[in-house]
């Protein structure tokens, strides 16, 4: 099961395919603020990513630097990201 | 490859394939309708994307050429002509073919290459020549090259410019640019398009941005993709374009140059504001987060207070500013006006955009407000609209679950089998009271029954319900099958469709294709003339085909009519059966009923050329077999000059029927209930005999008898074995294909609902069964073939 949702977070781990989007969407509808732990994704699905960007929640286990192991996170900086 | 993604591309092609051809139709019709042009380009664009999945690169080519020859023609750089969707049609074919290879062997078939290949070079070759005949481009090539191709390469990040010039100046490189926007519907064909970016060589930068803003939560639509991409990878142009030939018209790709990063270092040169430095970067911060804001959407209700506050910090930050920004106070004044009044975040948004221009120093403000008004990038939505139509959206609530046949089929079947089973409760009832000796145990069986019954009874309702679909399936192909004939028989046909909406169980109308395409055809070919001989004829050059669906009580009703010359009844009469001594019988009967019916039997043709359409004689003998095979009528009305029409009456649905069970030498038969027009029991007196015929006369109707005992060579072939003495015998009359005949049987029974199975296995050679049903007690019925049975008898 790549996604944990509990009452008090999101745990994304390993690879959210495009399924996922819909499941998170709805726990994010449910849970505004998150937080989302993205720090086990290794890779998720554009629309999982879309879901993230529309609903903005917490996240949390970002790799500090610009040069973390999962580069899809790289999609939800503003600016873009610079590898 | 797995199984269900190759079934589930075939069942989606073939949807595609299907509306595809309609496309082209209606395209031929109404050639400049952009509506019709942009469904067209989808369909064949999602073949394209979801053939990817598969090493079928020759299917992949010619979609691919088609979709490209398709964006020609929507731009308006090439003219549809006739040949061109002759063409596009000749493809559809070759990709249906290629389908069912698939299907069959799970790889296109040997010459799939060649053939492709040949294909998709006759697309091309349109793409060139129309393009050759076309007008040079208003804008001069010069010109355009100047432009810098991305405009939002010069908006990129200080930091990466600043080590993009860099490494260019270097001598490092190539670098691109790309934007790739992909569909709407991207993650339906199976597209990952972060994935695609994240695998893309050599990534320096990249970025994910919304294309419209974020819908309200409750309204988001996870599986739309709204999303574009901007990247600077370190790769040549060609490499790039192998990695993303699959979204390619995604996909916006240009070679980085010196002198794109140059322009906007160049615009920054005459910075005209000014904050102090490190005091850009928060302000950036600033104006980033108020767009964001204008850009999120939510309750309506709040806009108001959200517009002020904007304002008060806008305004907070504006204040800072030199004079370069003199008048963007104003114009933040009557922006906000504006929104408040017409709820337009327009014109804050491009205040914004202009204070971001000025503070940032690396920035000039021009190329950003272009770039802001050329890629739609802003939202110039209002903020109460509705959210802008996301047909990904509509087509999850309305799209039906798609369910294997098999599937549907063994639902039907356990179905029946309830309807089987439930027949012999009746049977127990009986036991109950007869072997153990309970009244009240038998009336309780009885009244459960009912309950199943019923029960069975809206189940299979229920069942018959999910298999019935519109004969639009089966009526949709004839546009193309229309247009294509008349275009090679050089005859102007109109086509006029009513009824399609009719529904009838899926076997139904699944069987109902074949014979449809010979009637069509017939009515083409022979039928309808050529305008000259219709302009002889006085009549309108184009001639009328009418293709009419409806139901009738519980049987569908299929009519084609045509306003041709009609059947040349003297030119049937004098080539049918009546010119073989052998079928002169069938001849004689038909002259009773009309000589047009002729025309079904088999062999016969009026066309003075076999055609290799039609006219070889065969057509309407297989009409009348297959119409007869589904439990159909066929009959035929045709005025000489004046038009033909067929009219072919089907039952709705072909699973369970009512027969009637009947006793011939101890054994049990059904009868179809259709075919029963009454029963009567007649006394022995009443039977008149003609040398070995036996007839009797029945409200004066001459009906002739036939034995069963003795058709069927049961007993002894004569008495009746119901003991009666008074030598009175019980007569079943029934009709088939117009006549009615009596049949002598032993006894009656009651009627059932049964499942009738065909016989299969050595069995299958009985033709005199139609099949057989299974009854309650667990004994087989057969049921019988009247149709065989009678022509046994008399000939």
Not at chain 2, 134 to 151: I, K, Y
Not at chain 2, 198 to 208: I, M, N, Y
Not at chain 2, 331 to 346: I, Y
Request: hydrophobic share 45%.
């Amino acid at each position: 099961m790549p996604m944990d949702l509990s009452e008090t977070a999101a745990v994304l781990t390993g690879i959210c395919d495009v399924a996922e989007a819909e499941t998170l969407l709805a726990w994010l509808q449910a849970h505004p603020q998150g937080p989302v732990d993205v720090s086990a994704c290794e890779h998720a699905h554009t629309a999982v990513v879309q879901v993230l960007m529309a609903m903005r929640p917490t996240l949390t286990g970002q790799p500090a630097g610009d040069d973390g192991p999962a580069a899809w996170l790289g999609a939800l900086r503003p600016q873009g990201k610079a590898v | 490859m797995t199984p269900t993604l190759l079934s589930q591309f075939l069942s989606e092609c073939r949807e595609l394939l299907e509306q595809a051809s309609r496309g082209f139709l209606a395209l031929e019709k109404t050639p400049d309708d952009p509506a019709v042009i942009n469904d067209l380009f989808r369909s064949v664009h999602t073949m394209k994307g979801a053939s990817g999945l598969f090493d079928i690169a020759p299917f992949t080519a010619v979609v691919h050429a088609a979709e490209d020859l398709l964006d020609a023609v929507r731009a308006g750089r090439v003219v549809l002509a006739a040949e061109m969707t002759d063409l596009f049609l000749e493809g559809l074919d070759q990709i249906a073919q290629w389908l069912d290879e698939l299907e069959a062997g799970g790889a296109l078939g040997a010459g799939a290459a060649e053939a492709g290949k040949a294909l998709s070079g006759r697309l091309r070759s349109f793409l060139r020549d129309g393009a050759a005949a076309e007008p040079p481009a208003p804008a001069a090539p010069a010109e355009a090259s100047d432009r810098p191709p991305l405009p939002w390469i010069a908006a990129l990040p200080a930091d990466v410019r600043a080590s993009l010039t860099a490494e260019l100046a270097a001598g490092h490189g190539p670098f691109c640019a790309i934007e790739y926007t992909p569909h709407e519907q991207a993650f339906y064909s199976g597209d990952d398009p972060l994935f695609t970016v994240l695998q893309l060589p050599g990534r320096r930068w990249f970025e994910a941005q919304p294309v419209t803003p974020w819908p309200a939560p409750d309204d988001f639509d996870p599986f739309r993709c709204n999303l574009r991409f901007r990247a600077i990878l370190a790769a040549n142009h060609d490499a790039l374009a192998h990695h993303l030939r699959y979204v390619e018209d995604q996909i916006a790709l240009a070679d980085l140059r010196p002198e794109d990063l140059a322009n906007g270092a160049a615009g920054a040169a005459a910075p005209l504001a000014a904050l102090p430095a490190e005091l850009a970067e928060p302000a950036l911060d600033i104006l980033d987060s108020q767009r964001q804001m204008l850009e999120t959407a939510g309750d309506p209700e709040t806009w108001p207070g959200r517009i002020g506050s904007i304002g008060v910090v806008l305004a907070r930050l504006l204040a800072h500013m030199d004079e370069a920004a003199a008048d963007l106070p104003a114009r933040l004044e009557a922006a906000l006006a504006e929104a408040g009044k017409t709820r337009s975040v327009a014109p804050l948004v491009e205040v914004i955009a202009a204070a971001r221009g000025l503070v940032q120093p690396a920035q000039a403000a021009g190329a950003d407000m272009d770039a802001v008004a050329t890629n739609g990038d802003l939202p110039r939505r209002r903020w109460d609209d509705p959210p802008a139509a996301e047909p990904g959206k509509e087509a999850r609530k309305t799209a039906a679950i798609k369910v294997d046949q098999e599937r549907i089929d063994a639902l039907m079947n356990l179905a029946g089998e309830l309807i089987v089973a439930k027949n012999s409760l009746p049977f127990l009832a009986h036991r109950a009271e007869d072997v153990y000796g309970s009244r009240p145990m038998a009336r309780e069986i009885k009244a459960q029954y009912e309950v199943i019954n019923r029960i069975a009874d809206d189940l299979q309702t229920a069942v018959m319900q999910v298999r019935m679909v519109p004969v639009a399936h089966v009526f949709q192909r004839f546009n193309r099958l229309v247009r294509d004939l008349a275009r090679r028989l050089e005859k102007q046909i109109r086509l006029e469709i009513e009824g399609e909406e009719t529904e009838a169980d899926k076997t139904v109308v699944e069987e109902l294709a074949d014979p449809l395409v010979h009637l069509m055809r017939n009515s083409i070919d022979h039928g309808l003339e050529t305008p000259a001989d219709r302009r002889l004829a006085g009549k309108p050059e184009e001639g009328l085909l009418r293709l009419t669906a409806r139901q009738s009580e519980d049987r569908v009703i299929i009519e084609i009519a045509d306003d041709g010359r009609g059947i040349d009844v003297e030119k049937v009469k004098g080539q049918g059966p009546g010119a073989r001594p052998d079928r002169r019988g069938a001849l004689r009967q038909h002259q009773r009923r009309g000589r047009a019916q002729l025309i079904m039997e088999a062999g016969l043709s009026t066309a003075d050329q076999v055609s290799d359409l039609s006219g070889r004689g065969v057509g309407m003998d297989v009409v009348r077999t297959m119409v007869r095979r589904t439990g159909g009528t066929i009959t035929v009305h045709s005025e000489a000059g004046r038009g033909t029409r067929v009219t072919i009456s089907l039952p709705l649905s072909m699973s369970v029927h009512r027969v009637m069970m009947i006793d011939v030498d101890h054994d049990v038969f059904g009868v179809p209930i259709e075919s029963i027009v009454e029963s009567v029991r007649v006394p022995a007196s009443g039977i008149h005999r003609h040398k070995s015929n036996e007839t009797i006369v029945l409200r004066d109707r001459l009906i002739p008898l036939c034995r069963l005992r003795r058709v069927l060579d049961l007993g002894n072939g004569h008495g009746n074995g119901n003991g009666r003495a008074d030598g009175e015998e019980s007569v079943l009359v029934v009709n088939v294909g117009g006549a009615e005949v009596g049949l002598v049987v032993d006894n009656f029974r009651s009627g059932i609902d049964t499942i009738i199975k065909p016989l299969d296995g050595i069995l299958a050679g009985l033709r005199q069964y139609s099949g057989a049903a299974l009854l309650g007690d667990g004994s087989v019925l057969l049921v019988l073939n009247l149709r065989e049975l009678i022509q046994c008898r008399w000939t």
